[in-house]
């Protein structure tokens, strides 16, 4: 999946879903170390201790993403060096944070994919009850991802797609990236993306029917700009 994705991007990937009718869950997420993750989902709630990670581990299948729910909080990192190191010896292929991380210097040296909203030296000074279904699902912003999904990360963030279908968005994502690079190619080559998407038509056309959108008129066209 990773091979595949990476002559993707997660922008390719929310455009897919929006033509397939697939709900585009998307976070901020930004790249600590690597460039890009894809795996299944091993998701776990962090409730102010790593055991629940060491638990998630033990499920774990090669390959798998480890998608962290800290509720986005800010005031504590909970993912270090440690529990990266361990994810690495499991198997795992990356990590995604709804929350903060540290040891930043220490993680890029072991070299796992990290993403997350950020870095903080202060560890957890709490320890909450650990919900039932802490190794089930994780709340990611808006959004909930289960061991049903997967997730694929780059420089803009983070996607959550469902597994089941997952070739077939991707499939998609391929066929709007060929058409983006084409467009880009001809306007470098001088025809621009007016010209190609024949925007003064569009101005002719609206003007007779106000209700037309352009997202209408570029699915006539064929053009891949919105969607």
Same mark, same amino acid.
């Given at each position: ?7 993707l991007t ?17 976070v ?25 990670f @060491?638990? +998630?581990?033990?499920s /774990? $299948?090669? &390959?798998?993403?480890?998608? *962290?729910?800290? %509720?986005?909080? #800010? =005031? ?5 060096? @440690?529990v +990266?190191?361990e994810? /690495? $010896?499991a &198997?795992?292929?990356?990590? *995604?944070?709804? %929350?903060?991380? #540290? =040891? ?64 077939e968005?991707?499939e ?48 006539a ?7």
């Amino acid at each position: 999946m990773l091979e595949r994705f990476a002559g993707l991007t997660t922008a390719h990937v929310a455009d897919a879903c929006v033509r397939a009718g697939v709900p585009v869950r998307t976070v901020a997420l930004t790249a600590v170390v690597g460039e890009r993750v894809a795996g299944r989902v091993l998701p776990a709630q962090h409730v102010g201790s790593v055991d629940v990670f @060491l638990e +998630a581990f033990g499920s /774990a $299948a090669a &390959g798998d993403v480890l998608v *962290v729910d800290n %509720g986005g909080r #800010r =005031d504590e990192a909970c993912v270090g060096d @440690l529990v +990266a190191l361990e994810a /690495a $010896a499991a &198997g795992i292929a990356g990590i *995604v944070i709804w %929350g903060l991380h #540290r =040891d930043t210097v220490d993680i890029t040296a072991i070299g796992m994919p990290v993403f997350s909203l950020g870095a903080l030296p202060t560890g957890p000074l709490r320890l909450d009850p650990q919900p039932d279904d802490a190794l089930s699902k994780a709340t990611i912003g808006e959004w909930t991802a289960t061991r049903d999904d997967v997730v694929l990360a780059d420089e803009d963030g983070a996607i959550f797609v469902p597994a089941d279908r997952v070739d077939e968005l991707l499939e998609l994502a391929e066929s709007i990236r060929d058409t983006e690079h084409r467009q880009a190619d001809e306007i470098r080559a001088g025809r621009s993306l007016r010209e190609q998407v024949r925007f003064a038509e569009f101005l002719t056309a609206r003007a007779a029917d106000p209700s037309l959108t352009f997202r209408q008129h570029l699915r006539a066209v064929r053009g891949a700009i919105e969607e």
